[in-house]
């Protein structure tokens, strides 16, 4: 071995130690920013726990039967959905535990396909109305939800009424059968009402798919729910998000008729931060059920919770394969971190500019994840050099003789310890203590995901020199494939009870005056 090439390689180590104290150093600052959330979360808890739980009773769903219901409408923008939408609005009308509520889907002109599927649910279910969007799609989302909403007050002068709440959902959610009980619960003292996202489970070796369980079940379980208590600001996930008619009626005026930003990639966040501004108020609501006939189905497993796994929800099935889960998340920065940094800036709080920070922190954290990542890969190949071949040439090693970066790898470590636990304990209250386990590799394999879709993000802001240029990139959508409503229909169980028969049925149900059946 010449003694330039021995020169070469102890540069290159020293330039590696160095770069492992900047990542380490930099790692930790990032670890103590999560640790400060978990001490947030879990001292709230206790201090719930002592002072509330321990002399009220928790809310149950009784408390949502006593309030009478008002109108409410949920939007639903479709671009082709064929196969999707319409088993969506099928289960949606036929499980809703809620009479007075009306579905307003969202398709466009030259989507003939997605029509159909549409009007063979109208046909069955009188409150599932089409919408045909102005333009041809695709378009975007937020420009979908303004042609519903444009529909829907025509049909509020029609109908004379006036819709309490707007809910958001997409072609493939599962609603729970309480989820409108609770909105119309909350309403009209909350102008916008999220509640938890919680994503199908793929099996085992699913990675990507299930990466989505990982994050979600955390950010729902514990992020979102500090960001509420700190700083009264609650984004929307776009799913599961209800605006009351006040907020509505709000955007309205301020976008002169125009609600949803469209050229947003991510009019959900970017709308709570509008809200936020204009005082309005902002709940996170996690409400569970005691009855689990009135929970979404969900098999019991190891380490779940009762009270967790029963809360009020929407699930839906999120991309399996890289590529769509690179496009979709790489929508997400766009529009949160280019576009929702051009627009919606900084504000004048210290609380919502530290979680206006971690939004935003993901261009940077993920790829000093990935450089983390690749220098471990290379320390772990030097070592098998060694262990391979033991009589070959050996260096000093980069991790010995620096205090400084020993005590950063052990502080990390330690901090590792606590982020494996923090997602893994929230992953196991809601799927299961197996899919608890699962968190932790999967916890790599979301770094490379995530790194990836800032790659595709900051490529096509540059590409295209502004960050409200990036075109609307639709991800492809998968309805569950459930069985059969688990209730027997209202009209089925009066029957079997007596009280009507089915010649009486079937004139209720085809009488052209609306009312409600039970009476």
Not at 132 to 146: E, F, H, M, Q, V
Not at 375 to 384: E, N, T, Y
Not at 428 to 451: D, I, K
């Amino acid at each position: 071995m010449s003694l330039a090439f021995i020169d070469f390689i102890t540069y290159v180590l020293f330039g590696l130690k160095a770069l492992a104290i900047v990542l380490a150093s930099l790692m930790f600052l990032l670890g103590l920013d999560d640790l400060f959330i978990d001490l947030c979360y879990w001292i709230r808890k206790l201090v719930r726990r002592f002072r509330i739980y321990d002399k009220h009773e928790r809310a149950d769903e009784k408390r949502l039967f006593e309030v009478p219901e008002k109108p409410l409408a949920i939007m639903v923008p479709a671009w082709n959905e064929v196969g999707v939408v319409g088993e969506m609005a099928r289960l949606a009308a036929s499980t809703i535990d809620y009479e007075n509520y009306q579905i307003f889907v969202g398709t466009y002109p030259n989507d003939p396909q997605t029509q159909a599927d549409v009007d063979a649910v109208c046909l069955h279910y009188p409150n599932v109305h089409k919408v045909i969007c102005a333009r041809p799609g695709p378009t975007s989302k937020a420009d979908c939800l303004n042609n519903i909403i444009d529909a829907i007050l025509r049909f509020q002068d029609d109908a004379r009424i006036e819709f309490a709440g707007f809910i958001l959902h997409d072609a493939e959610d599962v609603i729970s059968p309480m989820e409108l009980r609770l909105f119309n619960y909350l309403l009209p003292n909350k102008d916008m009402i999220q509640i938890p996202v919680y994503p199908y489970a793929p099996e085992w070796k699913g990675f990507t798919a299930g990466h989505y369980v990982d994050e979600f079940a955390e950010n729902h379980g514990k992020d979102v729910i500090v960001r509420e208590a700190l700083t009264g600001q609650v984004p929307s996930a776009g799913v599961g998000t209800c605006f009351s008619r006040r907020a509505i009626s709000a955007l309205l005026e301020e976008g002169d008729g125009i609600a949803f930003d469209v050229q947003s990639l991510t009019e959900d966040y970017d709308i709570g931060f509008r809200l936020k501004q204009k005082g309005m108020k902002c709940i996170f609501a996690r409400y569970s059920v005691t009855d689990p006939a009135l929970a979404l189905k969900h098999d019991w497993r190891l380490g779940m919770s009762r009270h967790v796994s029963q809360v009020i929800c929407v699930r839906e099935h999120f991309p399996r394969d890289w590529h769509h889960a690179i496009r979709q998340k790489s929508r997400w920065i766009v529009g949160i971190v280019f576009q929702g940094t051009s627009s919606l800036g900084w504000s004048r709080t210290a609380a919502l500019n530290y979680f206006l920070w971690r939004d935003r922190r993901g261009l940077f954290a993920y790829l000093l994840s990935f450089l983390v990542n690749l220098l471990l890969l290379v320390l772990l190949a030097m070592w098998l050099v060694t262990v391979i071949a033991p009589d070959a040439w050996r260096f000093m090693s980069i991790l010995s003789d620096s205090q400084l970066l020993t005590a950063l790898l052990w502080l990390n470590g330690v901090l590792l310890i606590n982020r494996l636990f923090q997602r893994g304990w929230f992953v196991t209250r809601y799927y299961g203590l197996f899919e608890g386990l699962l968190s932790a590799p999967r916890m790599m394999w979301s770094n490379f995901v995530n790194f990836f879709a800032n790659l595709r993000a900051l490529r096509q802001v540059m590409e295209l020199g502004d960050a409200r240029r990036v075109a609307w990139d639709k991800t492809t959508h998968e309805f569950p494939a459930l069985g059969s409503p688990r209730r027997t229909p209202l009209g089925q169980r009066l029957i079997e009870k007596g009280y009507i028969s089915e010649q009486q049925l079937q004139q209720a149900i085809t009488s052209p005056v609306r009312r409600r059946l039970g009476r």
